[in-house]
């Protein structure tokens, strides 16, 4: 008897620790594959989700974390990959969110939690889930930069061309330089192009493309120059140097095009010679002067009420403009009031006349409402808001962080959701979720 209530003990004390050491239903980790990066190197953030308890009807909300000190591209959306593992006896199907990350100064620099919400449902209420922080080690660049660095770190390919090797004197020509590479060349500035002296250069916008290997970034920059030469004859124009830091080696490399050779042929007679070319001498052959009548030269005709109108008409046309700028400036800031006022409910309208939508169309919707809500709010057309402007106009003001983070999710699971497999039980329980949010925003907003 003794011993079989011994045996009953033990049985409880190593069932209760198995209960404690088992991991519960759902948790998240995160990660980076470099924890000592230099300034500007690209570093692959993980997070990790694991669900023991099937979330798909739940579709959980992903937000990840201010990522202060970094420059942040993300890779995928949620989820990148899935797949089964087995922890402590159970079975866990892991989910991977990845983000390109590139630190913007040295020193120790902490990424907070992620966090992953479970929306409410009938078994249970709205629950947060947080990941680990990670503490990043990022090192300054060695010292002995070569000339032109423009703090480009990582591997990079560089290619230039113009689009035509011969022209007329007074025509441009265009040169395409195109940077590629494992680095945020996102942020790259313009190199710099030199030409001979008294050609003319006007620099054009950039254009940037990205690409994915292996959940690493590749990123595509081009820039374009046009260039109009002075002078014909055969030109070269000199070669164009990249510098930049390359981790794997630990040191500094430069890349230089080749230099390009253009032919310039001479202008037609009917051209205007380039600018800084010499003018011909004007002609001192003078032709004679014929003496007018002595009848011209006769007394000053006195105003009549005709001249007199006609001057005051300047003056009047002045003061109506005015007027009406005046009037303009007034309607325009009280429309803007009006825009800034209502920008809520018609977010919300939007939201309620699209809940009978299919999800895709739904999710849509959904990104339009919140883009309309911050161009009502900053009065701009929602053409020109993008992400970078909502994270400015949410930083300038007192919002806080845990709602500025909720509205970022919203937007990112609305894009998400427009190119995924999507249940409408997803879609209605992000609207449900983006109007609470909207709201929270517009009483954080309208604070004082």
Known sequence: MKWLVITIMLLLVCSKVRAQDAPTDYYIEASVDNPTPFVGQQIGYTVRVYEAVDLSETSPLYEPPDFEGLWRVDIQPMPYAQSPQQINGRTYIASEIRTALYPTRA???????????????VFRPEQQVESNAVTLQVQPLPEGAPPGFNGAVG??????????QSLTLGEPVTLRLTVRGTGNVEQLPPPEVSTPEG??????????TATQDNGRIIGEKVFEWVIV???PGVQELPAISFAYFDPAALAYRTLNTAPTIIEVLPGNAGVAPPLG???????????AIKPAPAAVINETPSPTWLFWLLWL????AAFTSAGWLV???RRSRNRAAIRRSAALARAEAQIQMAASHSPQQLYRVLREAIISYFGDKLNAPPSRIGQDEMRRALAERPIPPEVSRRVLTCLERANEGQYGPAST??????ARYTADTLKLLDAAWEAK
């Open 107 to 121: 020193g120790d620099i902490t990424i907070a939690p992620a966090r992953v919400i479970l929306p409410e449902t």
């Open 155 to 164: 591997q990079f390919e560089l290619t230039a061309a113009l689009d035509r």
């Open 199 to 208: 050609w003319q250069q006007f620099t054009t916008p950039s254009a940037y």
């Open 229 to 231: 030469p002075n002078q």
């Open 277 to 287: 070319a010499s003018q011909p001498e004007e002609s001192t052959e003078r032709m």
């Open 313 to 316: 008409i300047p003056p009047a």
């Open 327 to 329: 009037h303009q400036q």
């Open 425 to 430: 039980v997803d879609a209605r329980q992000l």
